[in-house]
């Protein structure tokens, strides 16, 4: 048997057979359902205004927007990720360890900061517009709008699919593809024939966390005014202090995201990824790039001059400016210590918690797990403060000793961005033979031992994917911050937000520059030098 | 298969889970022991802050300092933090509300969950600078101001509305994504109705506004001559002034009593939940005293509002700016005024 039939330990009378994980899986789903309660409970209470509201043609627009936007960048996303880890996993690209980190870094700007930079760069009056000014060009495209948001959002998502597309292409076994080649398919026949189709689960899912981070997302299309669900949210609490009409409206976005969630339901079919047989996985023969290495590095250049070193200029020219005028920074390393700090916290028990959901998915398909693990993405794709203030609600009324605590935090991180720790998990272990947990359990192993010593190991490139997702975007998050942390938490985040609404951009700058090295810091360590991370 | 290494990464990552968890619960019972401590104790207050800490940080600490009373103080967006108070209810653990605008301190009002304050603390400021009811105060003011060159503009215009003539064309910048501007449109719905102000829009894009991202390229654009008129809030130029005394700008006032001459105002508030009321009301006195209302005039250059202190020199009086029509607190309706920005062509 595998890992699954663990029995809860009760007296002997009442012993019952539940295998622990899926009440481990059943109790982690129903704490992500804790938002959409809140806005059902909430919803309850608006008057027919917000109903009306909702009828009205503005919803359509919204919709429209949402969702051509999310399209927009889903797809770009994909065209980005999919060269990226083929270039960087299966050729013999130059400084293959280094593109392989630093193209995962730009998930560390926090999108509020990449808006600002590119509106400085590229905006009206902005940078670019003076170099091109000498040379005749008076207007360049506006970068309010949607064109703004789907750039900023884009060169700051695309790396969500890279990571899981990684992952993937990591634990597919070469000998797949050496078998294709061996019956007469090019080296390029069999990557989109065999290699392709078996990343069909981690494109999926990829694309699923990039897809609902986009209509989450609120710092892009705040500044680049572009009128999205989340943002029209915002609006209605910022403008009108309503929060039951707020939650009408999310309850609208949640139907988009369960049309989103069904679309990705009917294309996952059932099938298996494992190998079957005997035999032992080796590195895939690395693809010699020739001539071909310059256009890539190039074409990998372009990209991280654009979606790194230009906010990165923005954001030294502005401390530089702050430097002259002898600005200081207060409170900054204790910020940053506290940001990796809940950071790493939030990675560490979002993963652990997210492993039952993974496994129940891959191991149990069915309606029920899959309605376990589509129910697992509402907080996910909810505005960030709308989640907040359903801990708010929930805390406050059922636990209000932990009330902005630690565990209050924590525990809204994992609600935000659990399904980023089950893509990282279930990329890994979709590849797994099933036959290796029943031999251990056949070799009478407890279930726990087995999980422990035998499934752990083999998915670690998983559990290190699904660790960095939600370490970078906790870095990042700012709505369930700055109402759920402890009083005077300060992190890099509030820090970075409060020094730039109020125009000191010398300290935003630093508290942005910190905030990208202690995020790129560990994807170095975990990305840079990875192929001892292989299993 | 698992080799070695896969081995030691795993319990590795074991054990940092662990350690994670085991701080984590320990962080977490320390933290969870403060709030009680804080609420029975009567030297405690906790202040939900809209306004940011590099403006009022200093001025708490002096209040901590003269008063002995230790401030907790969480900083975030006005709007967030109002929201979150009214989803907290009477179960808030703020203390005060300290708002960068009077809407959110409105919907407080209307929310049910704010005090009233004692009439001799709300009659320490105009009539227009309170609630009716005595729920909330002005503490200071922003005013919004024509930015112009003192080289390029001898005559600066009268009023908002003559920026749409022909002599203006291309020399006025705006930042139409700035949320005092937005407040500024809202205002002028407000007093010259929808369709004068939608006119005035598009007259503007009609005639070359130049479109900015924030209020301080403004400036510093009317600074460098690339433009000569710009719209922003009164306070920007005292920045640049302390950086360079010869910046070549200057305030200009329009049309008194009319949007051009909007004022907004930040303002403070106790709660109905408050256990620190009489910590909350010190607080409250302290930032309409002689020494929190020179706090402002000097380092955040905003207008005091207590008769005692006068706004800096080159300032029209607060008195005289705006019209008795306006309702600070109806600035809020921002979902009303994009939809105009959107429908004149200035927003996409």
Redesign the interface.
């Known amino acids: 048997m595998s890992i699954l039939s663990g029995t809860v330990e009760l007296p002997s009378r009442l012993r019952f057979s539940i295998p622990a994980v899926w009440i481990l899986a059943l109790a982690v789903a129903g704490a992500a359902c804790i938002p959409l309660v809140y806005l059902i409970v909430r919803a309850a209470t608006a008057d027919a205004d917000d109903w009306s509201r909702v009828l009205s043609g503005?919803t359509l627009r919204l919709l429209t927007n949402t969702a051509s936007l999310t399209a927009a960048v889903t797809v770009t996303c994909a065209a980005i990720a999919l060269p990226i880890a083929f270039l960087t996993e299966r050729t013999n690209l130059p400084l293959a360890g280094f593109w392989r980190s630093i193209t995962i870094v730009p998930l560390a700007i926090p999108s509020y900061v990449g808006a600002?930079a590119f509106?400085?760069a590229l905006?009206?009056?902005?940078s670019l517009q003076d170099l091109l000014e000498p040379l005749g060009v008076q207007q360049i495209p506006?970068i309010?709008?949607?064109f703004g948001s789907w750039l900023t959002i884009t060169l700051f998502t695309f790396p969500y699919l890279l990571i899981v597309v990684r992952a993937g292409l990591r634990d597919i076994d070469p000998s797949i593809e050496e078998a294709a080649r061996s019956l007469g398919q090019s080296a390029w026949g069999a990557f989109w024939r065999v290699t392709v189709p078996q990343l069909r689960v981690p494109i999926a899912t990829g694309s699923l966390l990039v897809a609902l981070y986009t209509i989450s997302e609120f710092g892009a299309v705040s500044?680049?005014?572009?009128?999205t669900f989340t943002w029209a949210v915002y609006?209605?609490?910022?403008?009108?202090?309503d929060?039951s009409g707020a939650a009408v409206l999310s309850l609208v976005l949640v139907g988009l995201v369960a049309f989103v969630l069904l679309i990705d339901w009917s294309q996952r079919r059932r099938a298996r990824y494992h190998r079957l047989g005997s035999g032992?996985?080796r590195r895939p023969r690395l693809v010699r790039l020739g001539r071909w290495r310059w256009p890539a590095l190039a074409a990998l250049s372009l990209l991280v001059i654009i979606a790194l070193a230009v906010p990165i200029a923005v954001l030294f020219h502005w401390l530089s400016v702050g430097l002259g005028?002898g600005e200081t920074f207060p409170g900054l390393w204790s910020a940053a210590l506290k940001s990796v700090?809940v950071s790493?916290?939030a990675g560490?028990?979002t993963v652990?918690v997210a492993m039952p959901i993974a496994i129940v998915v891959i191991r149990r398909p069915g309606f029920l797990s899959r309605l376990i693990d589509r129910v697992s993405y509402v907080g996910y794709a909810l505005p960030g403060?709308v989640v907040?203030?359903a801990l708010?609600?929930f805390a406050?009324r059922t636990m209000?000793?932990?009330?902005?605590?630690?565990?209050t935090l924590?525990f809204a991180y994992t609600v935000l961005f659990l399904p980023q720790a089950i893509a990282g998990l279930r990329t890994s272990l979709v590849r797994i033979q099933p036959g290796l947990e029943e031999a251990s359990r056949s070799l009478s192993r407890g279930p726990w031992q087995t999980f422990?010593h035998?499934t752990?190991?083999?998915i670690?490139p998983g559990?290190?994917a699904g660790?960095a997702l939600v370490f970078l975007t906790t870095m990042k998050e700012l709505?369930a911050t700055?109402?759920l942390a402890?009083?005077?938490f300060?992190t890099l985040a509030?820090t970075l937000w409060?020094?730039t609404?109020?125009?000191?951009f010398a300290?935003a700058a630093a508290a942005a520059l910190l905030l990208l090295a202690c995020a790129a810091l560990p994807m170095f360590l975990l990305f840079g030098s990875d192929r001892?991370?292989r299993? | 298969m698992p080799d070695v290494r896969a081995g030691l990464a795993l319990r590795l990552s074991l054990a940092l889970l662990a350690l994670l968890s085991i701080a984590a619960a320990a962080c977490a019972s320390e933290e969870s022991g403060q709030p009680s401590a804080s609420q029975s104790g009567s030297d405690e207050l906790t202040i939900y802050s809209g306004r940011g800490e590099s403006l009022v940080g200093p001025l708490i600490e002096r209040f901590e300092e003269i008063s002995g009373i230790n401030v907790r103080i969480r900083y975030a967006g006005t709007a967030e933090l109002a929201s979150a108070i009214l989803e907290e209810g009477d179960r808030s653990r703020a203390d005060v509300f300290y708002s960068q605008d009077a809407g959110a301190l409105a919907a407080l009002a209307e929310g049910e969950v704010l005090r009233r304050l004692p009439d001799d603390v709300v009659a320490s400021v105009a009539p227009e600078l309170a609630d009716a009811s005595g729920r909330w105060v002005a503490t200071s003011g922003r005013a919004r101001v024509l930015i112009v060159s003192t080289e390029r503009v001898p005559n600066p215009p009268d009023s908002v509305f003559d920026l749409v003539n022909e002599e203006w064309r291309g020399r006025v910048g705006w930042a139409p994504t700035n949320a005092s501007f937005q407040a500024f449109v809202t205002a002028m719905r407000q007093i010259h109705g929808e369709d004068t102000t939608e006119q005035w829009l598009r007259s503007m894009l009609a005639n070359d506004v130049v479109e900015f991202p924030r209020n301080s390229p403004i400036v510093q654009a009317v600074g460098d001559g690339e433009i000569d008129v710009g719209l922003v809030n009164h306070y920007y130029l005292f920045r640049f002034l302390a950086d360079d005394p010869e910046f070549p700008a200057a305030n200009h006032f329009t049309d008194p009593g009319a949007a051009g001459g909007l004022v907004n105002v930040a303002g403070v508030a106790v709660l109905k939940s408050s256990r620190n009321s009489e910590n909350a009301l010190k607080f409250v006195r302290f930032l309409l005293s002689q020494e929190g209302q020179s706090y402002f005039r000097e380092q955040t250059s905003e207008y005091p509002v207590i008769s005692e202190i006068d706004a800096r020199p080159a300032l029209v009086p607060l008195a005289e700016l705006n019209p008795p029509s306006l309702a600070l607190t109806s600035l809020s309706d921002l979902e009303g005024t994009i939809e105009l920005l959107r429908d004149a062509g200035v927003l996409p």
């Open positions: 503005s600002f509106i400085i905006g009206p009056n902005g506006e309010y709008g949607f500044f680049m005014q572009y009128e609006l209605r609490l910022t403008s009108a202090f929060l032992a996985a005028y700090y790493a916290l560490g028990v652990a403060v907040a203030f708010v609600f406050l209000p000793v932990i009330y902005q605590t630690l565990i924590i422990c035998v752990l190991p083999l670690t559990v290190l660790f709505p700055v109402i402890p009083i005077e300060d509030t409060g020094h609404e109020e125009a000191f300290r001892e991370l299993t």
